[in-house]
């Protein structure tokens, strides 16, 4: 009798996990699952779309031209685009600001990479950005490598180790 309750118990969680497991979704902005894909107006002009960009890794910067630690960043992630030339593409995806502020930032800031205008914030939504600078490593397949406030101090070795 204790046996077969103890059975019945361990049936239970099993079917409880697989359950569960299979309500889990593989697409989000977290660690692990595929990056939300977009479309914005990029501020160069056109539109910026994040699977343009599949194969290779991203380094993805949530950014403002308020936001001073994304002023002591943004050298750093030009040093990173420097350095890695066309074999990982550095985005950045403009947090609300109109056109000719985010412009001007960017000319002041040295940010020489592709930069999608978020107006109406569904980007930053769809990432659950609720702080900046927030900084995304995604793999060349799309799923989220890093995720974390600020370009992580050890970012060569995290985008080394995706190019292999």
């Not at 750093?76 to 420097?82: F, K, L, T």
């Not at 985010?102 to 002041?108: D, I, P, S, V, Y």
């Not at 040295?110 to 978020?118: F, L, Q, R, T």
């Not at 914030?121 to 990432?127: E, H, L, T």
């Amino acid at each position: 009798m204790i046996l077969e309750c103890m059975l019945r118990a361990l049936l239970i969680v099993v079917c409880f996990g697989l359950v569960a497991s299979c309500e889990s979704t593989k697409f989000g902005p977290q660690e692990g699952q595929h990056a939300p894909q977009f479309q914005a107006a990029a501020m160069s002009g056109g539109n910026l779309r994040l699977d343009a960009y599949a194969g290779k890794p991203i380094l993805l910067v949530f950014w403002a031209s308020w936001c001073g630690p994304c002023r002591v960043e943004a050298p750093q992630v030009q040093r990173v685009a420097s350095d890695y030339g066309d074999r990982v593409q550095v985005l950045g995806v403009n947090a609300g600001e109109d056109l000719s502020t985010a412009r001007r930032a960017a000319a002041e800031m040295g940010i020489a990479w592709p930069v999608a205008m978020d107006a109406d914030g569904a980007v930053r939504a769809s990432y659950a950005v609720s702080a900046i600078p927030m900084v995304l490593i995604i793999d060349k397949n799309g799923v989220v490598r890093h995720r974390n406030n600020g370009v992580p101090s050890d970012v060569h070795r995290l985008l080394d180790g995706l190019l292999g």
